[in-house]
């Protein structure tokens, strides 16, 4: 049985320490008794320090959005693996779209970082979806196949197992438009299909995709009925900690029945 995980990607939100800690003194009591789902906040970094010393000794986990394959040296800007691990970081986010298409991340990069990030003891949550023209000419499984092939190349199966897939459409993202849970579904058992081919069905089976894409609190709990959708990565609605809240009990729901 795969359990959820839900992660909030605050994205550049919540970066002051003192406005982190409002929303999660929020979030702490009332995610509790939560017993099935998987709580991951990624503060951006200036946070992330003081965002672990508010969640300790509760069932929220704090990951990065971002980090470079590199230990350490001439990367003007640029944070590691080891720097994340020792602040006490569980999950990096890599490649999400934003980074793709602001920062201009490509496969390549990402599969590096992912490595290393896998290397490092750091959970990694991979992101990869379709732009919305892609989807319009009927390519999207296509571009799916192609990030799929090259992020997650020379990946042992143990590593892809440990490791969380965001399914995210981009088109999706940030826009108020959601996929159906049945367009969703769909591309998850594609995902799914891809991961079987190359390490077979036990360990496809093991592997947790997210879905991600303007997840909000009425429309969660039918996505997280799918079953090949183990949860989200929550964006905008990961900011306030009621319609937070709401989503990790959406999946907490789909999850018990
Ligand atoms: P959104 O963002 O929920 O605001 O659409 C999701 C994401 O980018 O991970």
């Known amino acids: 049985m795969r359990n959820p995980i839900i992660g909030g990607n605050w994205k550049m939100n919540k970066g002051i320490p003192s406005e982190a800690a409002e929303m999660l003194k929020e979030l702490i009591p009332l995610v509790k008794k939560i017993r099935y789902v998987d709580i991951v906040i990624a503060p951006p ?38 720097f994340l691990k020792a602040l006490g970081c569980k999950y990096v ?7 793709r298409d602001i920062f201009n991340e490509n496969d390549d990069l990402i599969n590096k970082k992912l490595k290393k990030a896998l290397n490092s003891d750091l959970i990694p949550i991979v992101c990869i979806g379709e732009h919305l023209e892609e989807r319009e000419t009927g390519k999207t499984k296509e571009i799916i196949e192609n990030q799929f092939n ?33 367009q969703a579904e ?3 058992i594609f995902i799914r299909e891809l991961i079987e081919s190359s390490y077979g069905k036990i360990t496809a089976e093991k592997v947790r995709i997210q879905y991600g894409g303007s997840i909000k609190s009425n429309n969660a709990k039918e996505i997280f009925e799918k079953e090949n ?6 964006g905008g609605s990961s900011l306030q900690s009621k319609s937070f809240y709401e989503i990790i009990i959406a ?6 029945e």
């Open 229 to 234: 959708i183990d949860g989200g990565l929550v």
């Open 45 to 82: 970094f200036t946070a992330i320090s003081s965002v672990i010393q508010t969640v300790e000794k509760t069932n929220i986990m704090v990951g990065a959005q971002n980090m470079y394959y590199e230990e350490k040296g001439a990367f003007t800007g640029e944070v590691s693996a080891i």
């Open 150 to 182: 090259r992020t997650f190349k020379d990946l042992k199966s143990k590593e892809i197992s440990k490791t969380i897939i965001a399914y995210e459409p981009i088109w999706a993202i940030g826009t108020g438009k959601t996929a159906t849970p049945e």
């Open 93 to 99: 986010i890599l490649g999400h779209s934003e980074r």
């Open 186 to 188: 769909e591309i998850h």
């Open 251 to 256: 999946a907490e729901e789909a999850f018990e």
